[in-house]
């Protein structure tokens, strides 16, 4: 035993047991150590194979059980128990009982009526099944005959080295994977390994690689060959159809034909109602396409006007911008107004910190101003909310005009009637706010007289002072006190002032983002009027395509309509013409037609190959095969007249045929093979009888064998038969001779 062999087995196993539950932890098998033997030990390998490919043993993963099951099964065993389990120890024992095992299965070949056909003499087919080598080699060298191969197999070792046998094997049990040309391309490889390599790659296509390598192959390995072949037995063991399946399958594919000519009329009548369905959507998006055109016009009108107005927005836009850049200038001149006031006030607080009642009638005023002041401010305020809500009111709108095309005219008109209102209305509240300035203007004039009057008064108050300067040293504390407290409240003003400046700050700076946002807004609408140009000018260049694609279709399902016109006359001209060619081979009479094998030269040498022969009259013709004979030019024509014909020995030949016989045409030799002896003397003797037939006339061009006023006679005698026998339609013509048979 070999390490191939291991290794083959390994790979079998692996491949048989693939997804078992009960050996994941044992599969897949290493075939370059030595878990095989390891595995095949615990007996649990086995016993699920014999499970598997045995149905009906019941098996336990031991010893004995598996070598009980193995004898039931047809297996010579030669291992004993206590050897299986110690399988490392006992290699060559192991190796035989496991391939006995596999080839037990691989023999399992159940007698049909197919395999009758390599029978030989008297043998029986049950005796045949059981031997497996033997039958394998028949089915081999049946497919090797079949496919016209000149050599046989009648080992699994030498005969199988080169692997030009696989190659024609596989090929012919094979042909939906492996085609001629492959067949060729192994021809012509020179080295035996490659050719092998290629034949098992040819087995991986039908799923039948397993067993052997090239190298197995090229060094002739005699149970791997044989596990190989019976493994391609199995995915094919059909010997093809006999004659009479060959005769009923061209009449079910004539039929089918017949089939086929009548759907190809209905589906001509069915394109050429599609052709007329077609014309009719044509001319129905030829209309929708006008209709859309129209409207692509009107939307473009309607995008101008808005586009107009949409200006003419913006330019009022402009304005009420510039309106709020004037009322925020007011409004920083009077913030400063109102801070030199704070200054001149707190400049009169610092001089006059001694006179109380002065401070505090100085302290309401200037609490009554800052109410006042921060009342116009918070006016203010919400006169610059009003404005950026009014902004906001604008943009809303503006954007709803210009997503509602249809509506948007309408609207605007009445964006542009109550825009107007507002900038009155704006106007009016500006004037107000104006009035309002000049009223606190007027107020911090009166405050001024009041501290120019406070300054008249000084003198009498430091009268009153010198009066009370006892009082006020028993108060000086309560008025430190009082002076740290106006101090805290001035800072709180202060802070106050500066707080609303900020938010001052801040609502400016939020009306420039506000005013930021909406001019995004606007390139974002502009573009989006850009991006539905460009749609609609696509749509216009879509709808050109439509119209050359439907154009083109139309154009196209005409050509196709008079093609398949075309085609179904040119079909029916046929079938009368091959049905006329039939009726003429009936009135004709043919004396003998039938299978018989022909001698030719290929790529691979001198091969046998069979072919149709038609024997009518003296004329002996051949074709590649019986479809081939009404229709088409013959393969080869020899006049019989001018022929010998000779008995030979086909053991001196090529390929050992034994019926065979070759005509002599005195150019060429011609050797044919029949089947049996019978058939043989049967072609001969028609062959020889149609030696004698005289029913023809022969028009031959040879020159200086008559002269003149011969060929003028025949010439003369041969066109009286030609104006005779075309007058009855009975002429056969065969352009390829220098010969016309008329009957």
């Given at each position: 035993?070999?390490?191939?062999?291991?290794?083959?087995?390994?790979?079998?196993?692996?491949?048989?047991?693939?997804?078992?539950?009960?050996?994941?932890?044992?599969?897949?098998?290493?075939?370059?150590?030595?878990?095989?033997?390891?595995?095949?030990?615990?007996?649990?390998?086995?016993?699920?194979?014999?499970?598997?490919?045995?149905p009906?043993?019941?098996?336990?993963?031991?010893?004995?059980?598996?070598?009980?099951?193995?004898?039931?099964?047809?297996?010579?065993?030669?291992?004993?128990?206590?050897?299986?389990?110690?399988?490392?120890?006992?290699?060559?024992?192991v190796?035989?009982?496991?391939?006995q095992?596999?080839?037990?299965?691989?023999?399992?070949?159940?007698?049909?009526e197919?395999?009758?056909?390599?029978?030989?003499?008297?043998?029986?087919?049950?005796?045949?099944?059981?031997?497996?080598?033997?039958?394998?080699?028949?089915?081999?060298?049946?497919?090797?005959?079949?496919?016209?191969?000149?050599?046989?197999?009648?080992?699994?070792?030498?005969?199988?080295?080169?692997?030009?046998?696989?190659?024609?094997?596989?090929?012919?049990?094979?042909?939906?994977?492996?085609?001629?040309?492959?067949?060729?391309?192994?021809?012509?490889?020179?080295?035996?390994?490659?050719?092998?390599?290629?034949?098992?790659?040819?087995?991986?296509?039908?799923?039948?690689?397993?067993?052997?390598?090239?190298?197995?192959?090229?060094?002739?390995?005699?149970?791997?060959?044989?596990?190989?072949?019976?493994?391609?037995?199995?995915?094919?063991?059909?010997?093809?159809?006999?004659?009479?399946?060959?005769?009923?399958?061209?009449?079910?594919?004539?039929?089918e034909?017949?089939?086929?000519?009548?759907?190809?009329?209905?589906?001509?009548?069915?394109?050429?109602?599609?052709?007329?369905?077609?014309?009719?959507?044509?001319?129905?998006l030829?209309?929708?396409?006008?209709?859309?055109?129209?409207?692509?016009?009107?939307?473009?009108?309607?995008?101008?006007?808005?586009?107009?107005?949409?200006?003419?927005?913006?330019?009022?836009?402009?304005?009420?911008?510039?309106?709020?850049?004037?009322?925020?200038?007011?409004?920083?001149?009077?913030?400063?107004?109102?801070?030199?006031?704070?200054?001149?006030?707190?400049?009169?607080?610092?001089?006059?910190?001694?006179?109380?009642?002065?401070?505090?009638?100085?302290?309401?005023?200037?609490?009554?101003?800052?109410?006042?002041?921060?009342?116009?401010?918070?006016?203010?305020?919400?006169?610059l909310?009003?404005?950026?809500?009014?902004?906001?009111?604008?943009?809303?709108?503006?954007?709803?005009?210009?997503?509602?095309?249809?509506?948007?005219?309408?609207?605007?008109?009445?964006?542009?009637?109550?825009?107007?209102?507002?900038?009155e209305?704006?106007?009016?509240?500006?004037?107000?706010?104006?009035?309002?300035?000049?009223?606190?203007?007027?107020?911090?004039?009166?405050?001024?007289?009041?501290?120019?009057?406070?300054?008249?008064?000084?003198?009498?108050?430091f009268?009153?002072?010198?009066?009370?300067?006892?009082e006020?040293?028993?108060?000086?504390?309560?008025?430190?006190a009082?002076?740290?407290?106006?101090?805290?409240?001035?800072?709180?003003?202060?802070?106050k002032?500066?707080?609303?400046?900020?938010?001052?700050?801040?609502?400016?700076?939020?009306?420039?983002?506000?005013?930021?946002?909406?001019?995004?807004?606007?390139?974002?609408?502009?573009?989006?009027?850009?991006?539905?140009?460009?749609?609609?000018?696509?749509?216009?260049?879509?709808?050109?395509?439509?119209?050359a694609?439907?154009?083109?279709?139309?154009?196209?399902?005409?050509?196709?309509?008079?093609?398949?016109?075309?085609?179904a006359?040119?079909?029916?001209e046929?079938?009368?013409?091959?049905?006329?060619?039939?009726v003429?081979?009936?009135?004709?009479?043919?004396?003998?037609?039938?299978?018989?094998?022909?001698?030719?030269?290929?790529?691979?040498?001198?091969?046998?190959?069979?072919?149709?022969?038609?024997l009518?009259?003296?004329?002996?013709?051949?074709?590649?095969?019986?479809?081939?004979?009404?229709?088409?030019?013959?393969k080869?024509?020899i006049?019989?007249?001018?022929?010998?014909?000779?008995?030979m020995?086909?053991?001196?030949l090529?390929?050992?045929?034994?019926?065979?016989?070759?005509?002599?045409?005195?150019?060429?030799?011609?050797?044919?093979?029949?089947?049996?002896?019978?058939?043989?003397?049967?072609?001969?003797?028609?062959?020889?009888?149609?030696?004698?037939?005289?029913?023809g006339?022969?028009?031959?061009?040879?020159?200086?064998?008559?002269?003149?006023?011969?060929?003028?006679?025949?010439?003369?005698?041969?066109?009286?038969?030609?104006?005779?026998?075309?007058?009855?339609?009975?002429?056969?013509?065969?352009?390829?001779?220098?010969?016309?048979?008329?009957?």
């Amino acid at each position: 035993m070999t390490d191939a062999e291991k290794r083959a087995y390994c790979n079998y196993f692996n491949g048989e047991l693939r997804g078992d539950a009960d050996l994941k932890e044992t599969l897949p098998i290493n075939s370059n150590s030595d878990d095989f033997y390891k595995a095949v030990s615990q007996c649990l390998l086995l016993s699920k194979f014999i499970t598997k490919r045995f149905p009906g043993q019941s098996v336990e993963p031991t010893a004995s059980s598996v070598i009980a099951a193995a004898k039931q099964v047809g297996v010579k065993v030669n291992i004993a128990p206590d050897e299986l389990e110690d399988s490392v120890n006992n290699i060559d024992m192991v190796l035989e009982f496991v391939w006995q095992l596999i080839k037990a299965y691989l023999s399992k070949i159940e007698p049909n009526e197919d395999l009758k056909r390599l029978l030989e003499g008297d043998e029986k087919l049950a005796v045949l099944c059981s031997q497996p080598e033997k039958l394998l080699i028949r089915w081999f060298n049946f497919h090797l005959k079949v496919h016209g191969h000149h050599r046989t197999v009648s080992n699994f070792t030498s005969d199988l080295k080169d692997a030009e046998n696989y190659a024609v094997l596989l090929s012919e049990i094979a042909k939906d994977s492996v085609s001629e040309d492959d067949l060729v391309e192994a021809f012509k490889q020179k080295n035996p390994a490659q050719r092998a390599e290629m034949v098992l790659r040819w087995a991986a296509r039908i799923g039948c690689r397993k067993f052997v390598t090239p190298k197995d192959i090229a060094e002739g390995n005699a149970n791997l060959n044989f596990a190989f072949v019976a493994t391609l037995f199995k995915r094919y063991p059909a010997l093809g159809p006999t004659s009479d399946e060959i005769v009923s399958d061209l009449e079910l594919r004539i039929e089918e034909t017949e089939s086929l000519l009548a759907e190809s009329i209905l589906d001509k009548e069915d394109l050429r109602s599609q052709i007329d369905q077609t014309l009719l959507d044509f001319d129905s998006l030829t209309a929708e396409l006008a209709d859309l055109e129209l409207n692509f016009d009107e939307i473009c009108s309607e995008r101008d006007s808005l586009q107009s107005e949409k200006t003419d927005l913006e330019s009022l836009l402009a304005e009420v911008n510039a309106e709020n850049l004037s009322l925020e200038e007011e409004i920083d001149s009077v913030s400063s107004e109102k801070d030199d006031f704070f200054a001149q006030l707190e400049a009169e607080i610092n001089i006059k910190v001694d006179l109380e009642t002065l401070l505090k009638e100085t302290k309401e005023e200037f609490e009554t101003t800052k109410t006042t002041t921060e009342t116009k401010i918070s006016d203010l305020q919400k006169q610059l909310e009003e404005e950026i809500a009014l902004k906001d009111d604008y943009s809303k709108r503006l954007e709803d005009s210009l997503l509602e095309l249809e509506n948007t005219k309408l609207e605007a008109k009445e964006l542009e009637s109550s825009l107007e209102a507002k900038l009155e209305a704006h106007i009016t509240e500006r004037k107000e706010v104006s009035s309002q300035l000049d009223a606190a203007r007027a107020e911090l004039e009166e405050t001024l007289r009041l501290a120019d009057e406070a300054e008249q008064t000084k003198d009498d108050l430091f009268k009153l002072l010198t009066d009370t300067i006892t009082e006020l040293e028993t108060a000086k504390a309560n008025a430190q006190a009082t002076q740290e407290e106006l101090e805290n409240t001035l800072a709180e003003e202060k802070a106050k002032k500066e707080k609303a400046h900020q938010a001052l700050l801040d609502k400016i700076e939020e009306f420039e983002t506000a005013l930021a946002a909406w001019k995004v807004e606007r390139e974002g609408l502009l573009q989006r009027i850009e991006e539905l140009e460009n749609e609609l000018e696509e749509l216009r260049e879509e709808m050109a395509a439509k119209l050359a694609q439907a154009l083109a279709d139309k154009a196209a399902a005409l050509a196709a309509a008079l093609s398949e016109r075309e085609r179904a006359l040119n079909a029916a001209e046929n079938e009368k013409d091959q049905a006329l060619g039939k009726v003429r081979m009936l009135l004709s009479g043919t004396a003998k037609e039938g299978p018989l094998w022909k001698l030719e030269s290929t790529l691979v040498g001198l091969q046998w190959k069979k072919k149709y022969f038609v024997l009518q009259d003296n004329l002996f013709c051949w074709y590649s095969s019986e479809k081939n004979v009404s229709g088409q030019k013959p393969k080869g024509v020899i006049y019989c007249e001018e022929s010998r014909i000779y008995e030979m020995d086909g053991k001196d030949l090529h390929g050992k045929k034994e019926f065979v016989f070759q005509i002599d045409t005195g150019k060429t030799r011609v050797n044919i093979a029949a089947e049996t002896q019978e058939d043989l003397k049967s072609w001969m003797t028609e062959i020889r009888v149609a030696k004698k037939k005289k029913l023809g006339v022969k028009v031959v061009s040879e020159a200086g064998d008559k002269n003149e006023k011969g060929k003028k006679k025949e010439v003369m005698l041969l066109l009286l038969f030609l104006y005779f026998c075309i007058s009855y339609h009975d002429i056969i013509i065969y352009p390829d001779l220098w010969s016309i048979n008329i009957y």
